[in-house]
């Protein structure tokens, strides 16, 4: 079945276009990145899989339309981890991350022990638990984004969406954000679908990769398929040497800059 | 990890509650004048000076401050998140302005000639709250159309619509000031810095009613208020549909707000400061922030005009100076203490 | 070409000479003649210009300006708290005359650099407003009439002072407005009439002339009187609003009247009447009940 499938799917800001003519199939258990120049599309074709925006053209989320659903229904489907995290009030990690439950009980009940335990397994996954009490405004970029990932996983969906995940980690915490999720879609087969600035990394985690260009897709397949010298000298116009590693058997970009 | 869970929920509400019943007794007991209890209390039924006093003249006040302290404290709390701005409160809305200006106008303009007709019963509705609700309303309308775009409420310009429409009946309110004589200028300060001088217990049940069912609705909404502070978007998906809430709670609090402004002209400083300091005091959690505000709100107001009448006796003060009076310094001394830690401003 | 700093300095002198030259004192006029030309900026004012002799040299009056019933058909110069500068200064007035606090410092002193000659009166004590006959007397150029004017209204006090002499005070709350409840303070000139009128006002120790006073205060001082000097119209509302506190001995004894006379709230020549009135609402039984005096209404004896 697909998890996610979008046919012909075309969406313009007021009058300027931003997708045209989409057409994306992903299947329960795959983990998909999408690829692409700012400006190429990817962080409006997640929005409008998430149910934020609609477009012209069909959606359909476990072969039904997007729109069938309601939205509590939609929030135990799937979870969004956006870009940038902001709270304009004081809450502290762990009640963020309890946020993530608020469709599993009533809301006019408070979280029930299951509710805390899912909460903290979610934190501990993403190796959060341990400033579970702090406040979310005094954590790092990359600290809170743990916890946004970490809300995610509460509310234990079948589809996670990610923008940018690894925006604001360290190193250490980039390759940790990324292996776990590859041990959610195996191990679990979770349904990941990420857009992604970082070429390399997104050549070493995701099976598939989807090169949006200008609002088109590109390209769509394996690594070896999508990362080719002249995929990134069309799409993003400069000139890179692809090589292959070779313990993972991935391409890697190496960049050629004009000055050196 | 420490998060709402029942035993605060129960241990805080309760402590307030008893703190609240304390605090109306006490200041039903309180006052410019001595009263002899045990003889009021004898006397509950008759007319006695006493008893008149306690039952008469402050307990409606008192019941009347509780239930419009709560009320300005929950609307302050609902707004905030709304506008997603911890300094958002009642007044901003437009709607304290709007009622304020409606009730100086019908203040100024009534026909007064119509009184003594219908047997003199016209006399005994209350005209001027009525025309300040009416002035809320308008405003209401005014700022809801003004921030609806696409089916949703726009913080950005339910502010600034807010601000502008206050800047615009502020200017109105001082021309009239400069053309009324001197007995409409006293009652045009009483809807600029409010009053809970009431006998009326049918205004005060009244107030009760209306307040106590708006903020019961709004406390059902506590957990979505907690999810919209996330961002729309993120609210989105955790299955919150943003735009219907906010509109809800724009009109839920502007009919509250206005109800209340209508009866005792503007009271500021509740809405904007009780709602801070229960958030620094147990948590931001809409849950347990939306029962603990309505009371604390009480409390606070029910003591402010209780020094509004002790401080210049015999002469009262307006409640609104009281508040902003004792409650800026107060909340800036405990930001102080507490607000850098915790206060994400 | 002159240098820059000389032109600056040469601007402020001219200023300096202009404001010297313009601005006249505000003191009397007396040593610039008699006023004959008077715009008035005060009802009581207009009143006891009238009250003087001298309502024929009144060229301007406010919008309130309704007795004696010649001051209406006078031209009208505006509102007297913000008054039209342009419609003053158009009838060549030599003299204006207004009520310290009642008007807008900054205007008089914008009348006085317009060269107009300003004499602001206190009227806040009976006293005082007596001094103002005087005073207003000697502008117009005729110091005996304003004796002969505060002769008149001294007698009329110690009339209503001798016949209230020998019966206790009653203790009495003047009210002039309802919601919120603004009552008549001490310093006031009310208060020191109702004293006259043989009244004890339940709020004369306060040190405002007006203030908010909490329900809880009237009911404990009990007054044996109530008044409600304001505006309105509908004088059945004053009972209503204190039925329900019966234990004040006003309500009891349905003593809770309506008296919105000018007479005693504009702090002018009728005062003396106002008195008088005042006194029969207070201690009815020492008047002659058959001499009802207008715009009163006695709920009972």
């Known amino acids: 079945m697909n998890a996610i499938h979008a046919e012909n799917l075309s969406f313009s800001y007021q009058d300027r276009p931003v997708l045209h003519g989409i057409s994306l199939s992903v299947s329960c258990g795959e983990m998909v990145g999408i690829l692409g120049p700012n400006g190429s599309g990817k962080t409006t074709l997640l929005k409008i899989f998430s149910g934020i925006l609609r477009g012209i053209g069909e959606v359909r989320l476990k072969n039904k339309n997007i729109e069938k659903y309601n939205r509590p229904e939609l929030s135990r489907l799937f979870a969004v981890v956006q870009q940038e995290p902001r709270v304009n009030f004081p809450y502290s990690a762990a009640e963020i991350v309890l946020m993530g439950r608020a469709t599993y009980h009533s809301p006019l009940a408070l979280e029930t022990p299951h509710d805390l335990e899912v909460a903290r397994t979610s934190m501990d996954r993403t190796d959060s638990l341990g400033f579970a009490n702090r406040y979310l405004h005094e954590l790092s970029g990359g600290e809170k984004q743990r916890v946004m990932i970490a809300r995610a996983l509460a509310q234990e969906p079948e589809i996670l969406l990610l923008d940018e995940p690894s925006a604001f980690l360290d190193l250490k915490h980039q390759i940790q954000i990324f292996e776990l999720l590859l041990r959610l879609n195996r191990e679990r087969g979770l349904t990941i679908v990420a857009a992604l600035h970082d070429l390399n990394v997104a050549a070493l985690f995701f099976p598939r990769l989807v090169m949006l260009c200008n609002g088109r897709i590109h390209r769509d397949g394996a690594p070896s398929d999508v990362l080719t010298e002249k995929t990134i000298q069309d799409v993003y116009g400069i000139r890179v040497r692809i090589e292959y590693d070779s313990a993972t058997k991935k391409p890697q970009l190496f960049i050629r800059p004009s000055l050196s | ?345 | 070409m002159i240098r820059r700093p000389r032109l600056f300095a040469l601007y402020f002198r001219l200023i300096g000479l202009f404001f010297f030259i313009a601005l006249p004192s505000s003191s009397d006029a007396a040593s610039v003649g008699f006023s004959r030309r008077i715009v008035s900026l005060a009802p009581s004012l207009t009143e006891t210009v009238f009250a003087l002799g001298f309502g024929d040299r009144l060229v301007g009056v406010t919008n309130h300006c309704d007795y004696p019933a010649e001051a209406k058909n006078l031209p009208k110069v505006g509102d007297f708290m913000s008054p039209s500068l342009e419609v003053i200064a158009a009838q060549r007035p030599d003299l204006v005359i207004g009520v310290v606090g009642a008007i807008d410092p900054a205007k008089a002193r914008e009348m006085e650099r317009l060269g107009l000659n300003v004499a602001l009166l206190s009227l806040s004590t009976v006293s005082e407003i007596l001094s103002s006959f005087k005073r207003i007397a000697a502008l117009l150029g005729d110091a005996e009439a304003g004796e002969r004017l505060v002769r008149k209204l001294t007698l009329q006090f110690d009339k209503v002072t001798n016949r209230v002499a020998h019966t206790p005070r009653r203790s009495t709350l003047m009210v002039v407005g309802l919601r919120p409840l603004v009552a008549v303070g001490g310093k006031n000139f009310l208060d020191e009439l109702i004293t006259l009128a043989g009244g004890a006002n339940i709020a004369r120790n306060a040190p405002q002339p007006w203030l908010n006073l909490p329900d809880e205060y009237v009911v404990a001082k009990a007054p044996q009187i109530i008044i409600e000097a304001g505006m309105g119209s509908d004088t059945a509302a004053p009972a209503r609003h204190w039925s329900d506190l019966k234990s004040i001995p006003a309500v009891k004894e349905r003593r809770v009247y309506t008296y919105n006379s000018d007479k005693i709230l504009r702090p002018g020549p009728r005062i003396g009447d106002g008195l008088e009135e005042l006194a029969r609402l207070i201690h009815p039984e020492c008047f002659d009940r058959a001499d009802s005096a207008k715009g009163t209404r006695c709920e009972g004896a």
């Open chain 2, 1 to 345: 990890m420490k998060v709402l869970d029942r035993k605060k929920m129960i241990l805080v509400n309760s402590a307030l509650l008893i703190l609240l019943v304390l605090s109306a007794a006490a200041c039903t007991l309180l006052g410019p004048v001595r009263i002899d209890l045990s003889e009021a209390l004898k006397n509950i039924f008759s007319s006695t000076a006493d008893a008149e006093i306690l039952l008469r003249a402050r307990l409606p006040r008192v019941l009347l401050g509780i239930a419009i302290g709560g009320g300005m404290a929950v609307c302050g709390v609902v707004l905030q998140a709304l506008l997603a701005n911890p300094l958002a409160c009642p007044q901003m809305l437009g709607v304290s302005g709007g009622a304020s200006l409606g009730g100086i106008l019908g203040l100024i303009f009534f026909p007064n000639w119509l009184l003594p007709l219908a047997g003199g019963r016209l006399g005994e509705i209350s005209w001027i709250p009525l025309a300040a609700f009416l002035g809320a309303l308008f405003s209401m309308v005014l700022v809801y159309r003004f921030s609806l775009f696409h089916g949703r409420l726009h913080p950005y310009h339910i502010l600034l619509s807010g601000v502008i429409l206050n800047s615009f009946i502020a200017a109105v309110i001082m021309f009239l000031n400069s053309i009324v004589d001197f007995y409409q200028a006293q009652g045009l300060l009483f809807w600029l810095m409010g009053s809970l001088s009431t006998r009326a217990y049918v205004t005060v049940g009244f107030i009760w009613f209306y307040i106590l069912l708006g903020f019961l609705w709004l406390w059902s909404k506590g957990l979505a208020l907690n999810l919209i502070t996330l961002g729309e978007d993120a609210a989105m998906h955790l299955g919150v549909e943003p735009g219907a809430l906010q509109r809800q709670i724009f009109i839920a609090s502007s009919l509250m707000i206005g109800a209340m402004v209508s009866v005792s002209g503007m009271i500021g400083f509740v809405g904007l400061m009780v709602p801070h300091v229960m958030r620094l005091l147990i948590g931001s959690d809409h849950r347990l922030l939306l029962p603990a505000s309505f009371l604390a709100g009480g409390i606070f107001l029910c003591w402010a005009d209780t020094l509004a009448r002790v401080l210049l006796a015999p002469a009262e003060l307006p409640v609104g100076i009281v508040t902003a009076f004792f409650g800026g310094p107060f909340f800036l001394f405990l930001l102080y203490r507490e607000g850098r830690r915790s206060l994400a401003l």
